[in-house]
C-alpha cells in the first residue's frame, strides 16, 4: 500500500515528519535514484535514499521494537553532545538502516526510565498531548512540606509557561529534612516536575522517573542499561494509541544478540550496592517505601 514518504521515513526510525518533510524539501531524499517532492508516495518495493544512505522500509507495524533504558544521572537526551558529555545513546544496541527514537526527554540530572524505539509513528504518538498518557516519578525534597502544599500542587499553580499540577501526590516516607513522594502528572514540559515543587519553597534533590503509561521501570533494567520489551507487550503499547499491531514473529539472530549483550555483567566484575540505587556509586542513605494503593491510572 502507498504511503507519504515522510511518513515512511519517519516509521523507518530516520526522524519526525516534520524533520523528514524538511530533508524532502531540501532535496535529500531519493527514491529510485530521483530527487523526491513533498507529497510523493512510496511502498515497501521502492528504494529510498537518506543523505546517501538506504533507508530499510517497511510494512506499518513490522520489525517494531521498543526497549526501555534506566537512565543515570549526568546523561544527556541528545545523540551527540558539544560539550563531550555522555548521551543516552551512547549505550544502546546499534541497528542497521534505521535509529532509535527517544520518546521524551529527561534532564541531565534527572535518572530513570526512558522509552527508545525504532517506529518514529509510535514515538510521535506517546509524545503528543492528545494521547494523555501518565508519567510518574520519584522526587526526594528538601524542606517543609504541608498538606496545604499537597492539596496546591494537585488544584494547579501558575507556572512561566501556564498552569500544571500532580494529579496525584503519595508519600513516600522520609527522614528529617528530607522527603520521598511519589508523584503523577499528565504531561513532560520542561523541568515540570522541579518547577511545582520549587513553586513551593522547597528543592528537589532526587528525581526518577519509575513509569511511563502503563510501563514501569523493571528491576532487571539496572542503571545505565536497557531491556528490551516482548512483542506482545509493544503490541499492546501500540493498541493504546491506535497503531497497527505486527503479527508476533521470531526474533532475528542480531535481536537475540542484544538481548544476550544486555545481560552481561557489568564491565570489570563491578558489584553494585545493593537496596535503592540512583546511581552505581551512590550508598543509599535511605530506601523510599513503596506506595500502597494508589489512583494513578
Known amino acids: 500500500m502507498d504511503e507519504k514518504l515522510q511518513k515512511v521515513l519517519a516509521r ?17 531524499v531519493l527514491v529510485n535514484g530521483e530527487v523526491a517532492t513533498l507529497g510523493d508516495r512510496v511502498s515497501v518495493s521502492d528504494a529510498i535514499e537518506l543523505d546517501g544512505y538506504t ?17 543515570p544521572e549526568g546523561e544527556v537526551c541528545t545523540r551527540k553532545d558539544p560539550e563531550g558529555r555522555p548521551t543516552v545513546f551512547d549505550k ?76 496525584d501526590i503519595v508519600d513516600g516516607g522520609g ?38 503509561g502503563p510501563i514501569f521501570l523493571p528491576s532487571k533494567a539496572k542503571v545505565g542499561r536497557w531491556v528490551e520489551m516482548e512483542d506482545a507487550d509493544v503490541n499492546s503499547l501500540c493498541t493504546m494509541v491506535d497503531l497497527k499491531v505486527s503479527a508476533i514473529a521470531q526474533k532475528t539472530q542480531q535481536q537475540k544478540l542484544d538481548v544476550k549483550r544486555s545481560k552481561n555483567k557489568q564491565p570489570g566484575g563491578a558489584r553494585r550496592p545493593k537496596g535503592f540505587d540512583w546511581q552505581s556509586t551512590d550508598k543509599p542513605e535511605f530506601k523510599p517505601k513503596k506506595p500502597g494503593k494508589r489512583t494513578f491510572r
Open 12 to 28: 523507518a526510525g530516520q526522524g519526525s515528519r516534520r524533520e523528514m518533510e524538511n530533508r524532502i524539501r531540501e532535496g535529500r
Open 175 to 212: 527522614e528529617g529534612i528530607n522527603r520521598w513522594f511519589y508523584v503523577c502528572l499528565m504531561e513532560g514540559r520542561n523541568r515540570e516536575v522541579r518547577r511545582l515543587w520549587e513553586s513551593q519553597g522547597v528543592k528537589v534533590n532526587r528525581l526518577k522517573r519509575v513509569r511511563f
Open 92 to 167: 544502546l544496541p546499534k541497528l542497521r538502516g534505521e535509529r532509535w527514537i527517544a520518546v521524551g526527554r529527561l534532564d541531565i540530572n534527572t535518572s530513570g526510565l526512558l522509552l527508545f524505539t525504532t517506529d518514529g509513528e509510535l514515538a510521535n504518538r506517546l509524545m503528543h498531548p492528545s494521547t494523555e498518557i501518565d508519567r510518574e516519578y520519584l522526587v526526594r525534597v528538601m524542606g517543609e512540606v504541608t498538606e496545604e502544599n499537597i492539596a496546591t500542587l494537585k488544584k494547579g499553580v501558575n507556572l512561566e509557561d501556564g498552569q500544571a499540577k500532580f494529579t
Open 55 to 71: 533507508v530499510k522500509v517497511t510494512e506499518a507495524g513490522e520489525g517494531r521494537r521498543v526497549i526501555i533504558y534506566n537512565k
